[in-house]
């Protein structure tokens, strides 16, 4: 906000009235002067002039006169009085005011106003490059306005409220991680504002709102991030596929005890005598084949299975 003295012209209303009223007011001065002239005889031609003249020229110095000590503050602003080019600490509220034909007024913008920034850059505590967008709402103390102007110029973003918001977002984001800092973005803009409320209280500068809209980073985290998602997504496919190996792994072992608890069963209740044994399981097998055989023969046969062995059994007869 760069203020520079200006003249603020009467509204084109008030203008008009106040100069029918200064007509007015010399229409009855000049009847006031005719009058009299007409009731003693005196009325010449070069007085009747005149008194027709004098009432112009006193509407045209009236007039004048008013421009030079009449001034109107617009709304949301604030009037700074000027002496000889000096500030001073007097103020004109928004309205019609009224001051001496030698001040000055240079008027301020005391309404909440924006300053808006990008890419203000910083690194966070990965070493990442962190481009800030960020606006600041705030507003000058209508009785702080002449030292606005005094100190700053009136240059008041430029001089102390953007070099604060750099200095506290440079040392506020180091203390995150590139994620982090996405995550906490609401958190960083309050500490921000919270830290410029200090600073700026004392300047006449009330802060209304700090607000981060957004936080980009260099080609490299991108280029980092998209890696690492890459990675991710094949991490856990790999831990689907383990998973999976796991789980088929115990099924056989599972299986495999369960044969093994039923082998166990099979030779337990078995007789030690390997004869009685064997007529046992060749009893077994029968039973299996009238229930389980369809009546074809195999076409082939192991030399050690049962059903060899019964043929050389019966051949030998």
Known sequence: MRVKPRAVPLQKGRFVFLMGTLIFVAALIAAGALVPMAFTGAVTARRLQ???LGPAALVLVLGFGLESVLFEVPGS???VVTLFGQYTQRTLGPGL???LPWEGVVVVNTSVQALKQEKS???????QHAYTDYTVNFAIRPSAAPDVLRNYQGDIEQRIIEPRVEFWLKDIEPKYS???LINNRVGVAQAVQKHLEDDLRDRGVDVVGVYITNISFGDAYQHASEALAAAQQDLQHERIELQIRQVKA???VADAQGQAS???????????NPQEADAIVRLRLV???ETKWNGTMPQSLGGGSLLSVGETGSSGK
């Open 50 to 52: 005149i008194a027709r």
């Open 77 to 79: 602003e604030t009037g």
């Open 97 to 99: 005011n009224v001051k």
């Open 121 to 127: 850059d910083a690194f966070t505590s990965d070493k």
């Open 178 to 180: 590139a994620t982090d």
């Open 250 to 252: 115990q099924q056989v």
């Open 262 to 272: 039923a082998n166990k069963l099979i030779r337990d209740s078995l007789p030690q």
């Open 287 to 289: 039973n299996l084949l």
